[in-house]
């Protein structure tokens, strides 16, 4: 039976029945109904506690922790929607096999027509109010899978690439390809022309108190829930999942927000703990960014926050500073910061940078205590290459003698530096990670520990152990690189 939208003045759905009687249905209820009702699937593979789950760590918020033990989540994958693989167990098994353990995973609504969310009709057109079971069906391997590999799967709800330009045109969204309603009942268009950046889509402003929120637009956000909702029922039942909004929105705060919040409320109502946050456009310019100033200014809202953007458009010493930056907003209320994409596919107009880039992004990544990083698919990135599993394993090699949330930056330790040679994290007169950027050397000041330390090396290029020596204190150390190239030398007190 089909619903017509007639008004709305509030968040809630409002519809006429075929008999002329208007219905009215809160949007947060029609959201539950449709988990319990319409998808039809039931809650997967949760056999794990809250305390169990993907949650900040209890010791050290800045990390998280997952089956009860803190984790760094590192990562990397040839695609962003990896669901969507045909070759996705083997991608997984590759991805763990290095140290992997994190993934980003897009909603896509940009594949093949076959791999769209909703069922496609044999007139070529989509009906909204049915579901291609290939696509869901793939979405529910790559939770199970990602479970069953103890991968984090950090889902991506809505991509604003996905609803403009090429892939507007072939979309189940666009009215001309679906049945369920017409651009003059829902004010959007055939086409979209302008960058996803710009954010002319209607698409993301169908949220009552939006400033181009139109009632029309609500019949748009009865079937987006319905999407988010079909995307919960299996989720929820996982807990290795954490939620991002959207792909570097653009759009106002309030689309965001709304969704996180319909998201926390079908957790709430099944009696699972989820995070959730956003990632922002502008985070590449940390300082100016209005947005993420205010998701600093609510941790309630944004219990962790996605900064993958600070790894594009900055370079050298100048992405140390903006890191440092973010780190600093964090410090009031300490939680996680996530890197899900780390830029490097090669020289860009935008500023990916080249893969050489993408390592030293990672490094300084770790060093400043990001919680998590992952190297973005091929074109913008490096995604799981040689140089991708090198890095991985490299930094679970220092992990198997330095716990990251154990140290913090201290680069006031060092001196006779040369500007981006090195960068370092510490737990001074007990441990010390050191990240050489193209070999050098740097002078450690160790003058108030006259002890022995350990120094052992860590070839960032092969993800190999190099030498081992070792170190004497009570003093300031010359500390020299074995060769040019990424170095991480890690110094533990005997």
């Not at 009215?24 to 009702?37: E, N, P, S, T």
């Not at 995973?105 to 769209?116: A, C, I, P, V, Y």
């Not at 022309?193 to 929120?213: I, L």
């Not at 698919?377 to 716990?403: M, Q, W, Y």
């Amino acid at each position: 039976m089909k619903y017509h939208l007639k008004s709305s003045k509030t968040n809630s759905v409002v519809g006429v029945h075929p008999d002329g009687k208007i219905v009215i249905r809160d949007a947060f209820v029609v959201g539950l109904l449709i988990i319990l009702i319409f998808c039809g699937s039931q809650l997967q593979g949760r056999d794990l506690s809250n305390s169990a789950c993907i949650r900040p760590y209890s010791e050290n918020r800045h990390y998280w922790q997952y089956k009860g033990a803190p984790v760094l989540l590192l990562g990397g994958s040839k695609t962003d929607h990896i669901f969507l693989l045909e070759d996705l167990k083997e991608h997984l098994d590759e991805i763990a096999g290095v140290g992997g353990n994190y993934v980003r995973n897009t909603m896509s609504q940009r594949e093949g027509l076959d791999l769209k969310p909703h069922k496609r009709l044999s007139n070529g057109k989509f009906d909204l109010d049915r579901w291609n079971s290939v696509y869901w069906s793939r979405f529910s391997n790559c939770l199970k899978w990602c479970k069953e590999r103890d991968i984090i799967i950090q889902i991506e709800v809505w991509d604003r690439f996905d609803y403009s330009q090429d892939q507007w045109k072939n979309s189940p969204w666009c009215p001309a390809n679906n049945i369920n309603y017409t651009s003059e009942q829902t004010g959007l268009a055939n086409n979209y022309p302008a960058p996803p950046w710009r954010d002319r889509q209607p698409f993301f402003h169908t949220v009552a108190g939006m400033s181009r929120y139109r009632r029309q637009y609500d019949i748009i956000r009865q079937y987006q829930e319905r999407f988010v909702a079909k995307m919960l029922s299996y989720s929820l039942g996982y807990g290795n999942v954490l939620y991002c909004m959207n792909n570097e929105t653009s759009t106002p705060v309030k689309w965001g927000q709304y969704w996180m919040k319909f998201i926390k409320e079908a957790a709430v109502e099944k009696g699972v703990e989820i995070y959730v946050t956003d990632m922002f456009d502008d985070v590449w310019k940390p300082q100016s960014s209005g947005k993420l100033k205010q998701a600093f200014g609510n941790p309630q809202i944004y219990p962790f926050i996605d900064v993958s953007q600070v790894n594009s458009r900055s370079f050298n010493q100048g992405h140390w500073v903006n890191i440092m930056w973010i780190m600093s907003q964090g410090t009031k209320h300490p939680r996680p910061l996530n890197n899900t994409k780390i830029y490097s596919g090669g020289e860009t107009t935008w500023g990916s940078g080249t893969p050489k880039d993408g390592i030293e992004r990672f490094w300084r990544n770790l060093i400043a205590g990001s919680a998590s990083c992952r190297f973005h698919r091929p074109g913008a990135g490096i995604g799981l290459n040689d140089t991708a599993k090198s890095c991985i394993k490299a930094a679970r090699k220092v992990e198997s003698l330095i716990k990251f949330w154990d140290i913090e930056p201290r680069m006031e330790l060092l001196s006779n530096r040369e500007t981006d040679e090195a960068y370092l994290a510490a737990q001074p007169g007990k441990r010390y990670v050191l990240y050489f950027t193209d070999g050098g050397s740097v002078a450690l000041n160790l003058k108030p520990y006259k002890s022995k330390f350990k120094l052992r090396w860590v070839d960032v290029r092969s993800g190999d152990w190099g030498d081992r020596t070792a170190i004497i204190g009570g003093k300031t150390v010359t500390i020299a690189a074995p060769k040019k190239g990424p170095w991480v030398g890690v110094i533990i007190k005997e």
